[in-house]
Every structure is written in structure tokens, then in C-alpha cells.
Antibody, heavy 119, light 106 residues
Framework: EVQLVESGGGLIQPGGSLRLSCAASGFTITSNHMSWVRQAPGKGLEWVSLIYSGGDTYYADSVKGRFTISRDKSKNTLYLQLNSLSPEDTAVYYC?????????????WGQGTLVTVSS | DIQMTQSPFFLSASVGDRVTISCRASQSINFYLNWYQQKPGKAPNLLIY???TLQSGVPSRFSGYGSGTDFTLTISSLQPEDFATYYCEQSYITPYTFGQGTKLEI
């Protein structure tokens, strides 16, 4: 069974840093594309970052230069390093799997981890 | 960036109704359009990918149509568990972008 479990969220002061983790089971993350998607309280979904199975990475303009996506094959875990956080980054962060195919879509999601940026 | 515009923002309907949600892209995205359902406090759930392909396990009352810039999600006969928020998403090019969501209410 495919499962994604995020962790690492919490309350952080503006300007601070945080690392989110997404532990995967039931599949190998390096054989799939993986993304982070966030949702601010009461708002819609916003794609944040993508790492292709081959390792190429992409970011939303709103986080470029501040966030870094990475993965650890041995731990089958996806990460998102969040730096220079601002209140606008407050959101539930989801990791999502994109199975490698002709089309791109998120077929499995974690339960999300809440990041709150506030002083 | 490609802008995705959904309509309507809110939709009131009853069990058994047929409803359609629209999604328009600011430029052609071919068939790279996905639909998700999200219930309060839960992660989104994939319903349709590639504009019209039903994800495994999703009831057949859900269907998708469209190509290029105009797409629709139709629920043929609403069930109580279908009342949720629906999002379209383009995966034609990064940054992937979502519509603002359509809240389907009783």
C-alpha cells in the first residue's frame, strides 16, 4: 500500500528555518516524481516544488531561493528545507507522488504537516 | 505562469442532481488537466487525470471532458459523500497551478 507521512511542521518565528520530511512506503520515491503542495488556512492549493525521478528540481517563484527540495534514497524520504520564513508561508504542507507516465498528476498524498510562521 | 479559472466558486445542489464544474486555462494545456476532491481537514484526492481518465477506485458518476483551454468535471448523480471542494490543476508546465476551487454544498 502506498503511504506518505509528513513530519517536521510547527511554530516558527519569521526569518527562521524548518525542514519537513515525507516518509514514503509501498513504493520507491526515486522511481517517481515527487512534489510539495501547500494550503494556507482557508485557502486553495498551491504547488511549491517538484523533484523529478531523474533528480531535476523546480520551484514556485514564491519560494525560489528560500526552499530546497531533496530526497534520501536509503531512507525513502523526501525533504523540504524552508529558510527565511515569513507569515505568508503559513500553511499545511503536503507531499504528493506523481507516478511516472505520459501525464503528470498527484495520485497519492500525505496527511499534511502544519507550518505556522508567527512571532 | 498559466492561470486556472474555475466556475462557479460555490455550487448548491441536492442529492441526485447532475452538476458540472468548469475550468479554463489562460493558454492551451493540451490534455494536462487534473481534478481533485478535498474534504475538510483532509488531503486532496485525485478523481480525473489527463482531462478525462478516471482514477482507479473513483466512482463512474465522475467524468471529465475537454482539451486545450476549456475543461469540465461532471458528477452525474450527486451522492451525500460528494459534497466537498473540487480543484482543477494544470500539469502542462511548471509552475503547476490550481484553480481557486469550487465548493459544492447541499
Amino acid at each position: 500500500e502506498v503511504q506518505l507521512v509528513e513530519s517536521g511542521g510547527g511554530l516558527i518565528q519569521p526569518g527562521g528555518s524548518l525542514r519537513l520530511s515525507c516518509a514514503a512506503s509501498g513504493f520507491t520515491i526515486t522511481s517517481n516524481h515527487m512534489s510539495w503542495v501547500r494550503q494556507a488556512p482557508g485557502k486553495g492549493l498551491e504547488w511549491v516544488s517538484l523533484i523529478y525521478s531523474g533528480g531535476d528540481t523546480y520551484y514556485a517563484d514564491s519560494v525560489k531561493g528560500r526552499f530546497t527540495i531533496s530526497r534520501d534514497k536509503s531512507k525513502n524520504t523526501l525533504y523540504l528545507q524552508l529558510n527565511s520564513l515569513s507569515p505568508e508561508d503559513t500553511a499545511v504542507y503536503y507531499c504528493a507522488r506523481d507516478p511516472v507516465s505520459t501525464w503528470y498528476y498527484f495520485d497519492s498524498w500525505g496527511q499534511g504537516t502544519l507550518v505556522t510562521v508567527s512571532s | 505562469d498559466i492561470q486556472m479559472t474555475q466556475s462557479p466558486f460555490f455550487l448548491s445542489a441536492s442529492v441526485g442532481d447532475r452538476v458540472t464544474i468548469s475550468c479554463r486555462a489562460s493558454q492551451s494545456i493540451n490534455f494536462y488537466l487534473n481534478w481533485y476532491q478535498q474534504k475538510p481537514g483532509k488531503a486532496p484526492n485525485l478523481l480525473i487525470y489527463a482531462a478525462s481518465t478516471l482514477q482507479s477506485g473513483v466512482p463512474s458518476r465522475f467524468s471529465g471532458y475537454g482539451s486545450g483551454t476549456d475543461f469540465t468535471l461532471t458528477i452525474s448523480s450527486l451522492q451525500p459523500e460528494d459534497f466537498a471542494t473540487y480543484y482543477c490543476e494544470q500539469s502542462y508546465i511548471t509552475p503547476y497551478t490550481f484553480g481557486q476551487g469550487t465548493k459544492l454544498e447541499i
